[in-house]
């Protein structure tokens, strides 16, 4: 005993009703912190998205780490648009290079044979412009 009067030491009984609260609302960012850890960590792919100077989207899709080195390359499924947000484009990447897969199409929505939007950056990932 110190002799001093322990009656300021309040008594705690747990979590208080305003503590679980808080932590119940932090359960879903740990979720995602806990879910994009593993896309990053894990299996490398990452969701991309590049944007026009205008600010809308010009590519969407994802990249995949190539080891350690924090070089990205765009792998998967990839959708490119034209400045006006109408569909320019969609098809695949496997490690940076475009498939045969793809389609294109002009602005009013025809099918169109060939576009630049692949000779221009094709292995670049994620690049914001």
């Known amino acids: 005993m110190s002799g001093y009067p322990d ?3 309040a008594r705690r009984d747990g979590f208080g009703p305003f503590r679980k609260q808080k932590l119940i609302a932090l359960i879903p960012v740990a979720i ?3 879910w994009f850890s593993y896309l990053w960590i894990v299996s ?3 969701v991309s998205e590049e944007r026009y100077p ?3 989207i010009k590519a969407e899709g994802y990249v995949k780490r190539l080891g350690w080195t924090g070089e990205y390359r765009r792998h998967g499924r990839w959708r490119i648009y034209h400045e006006s947000g109408r569909p320019a484009g969609e098809g695949t ?3 940076g290079e475009p498939q045969a897969d793809w389609v294109f199409w ?3 929505g025809r099918v169109v044979t ?3 939007h692949l000779t221009t950056r ?3 990932a994620g690049a914001t412009d």
């Open 7 to 9: 009656s300021h030491l």
């Open 32 to 34: 995602l912190l806990g």
């Open 44 to 46: 490398g792919v990452l």
């Open 54 to 56: 205008s600010g809308r």
């Open 93 to 95: 990447y496997l490690n």
């Open 106 to 108: 002009d602005e009013s």
């Open 114 to 116: 060939d576009s630049p």
């Open 122 to 124: 094709s292995n670049e």
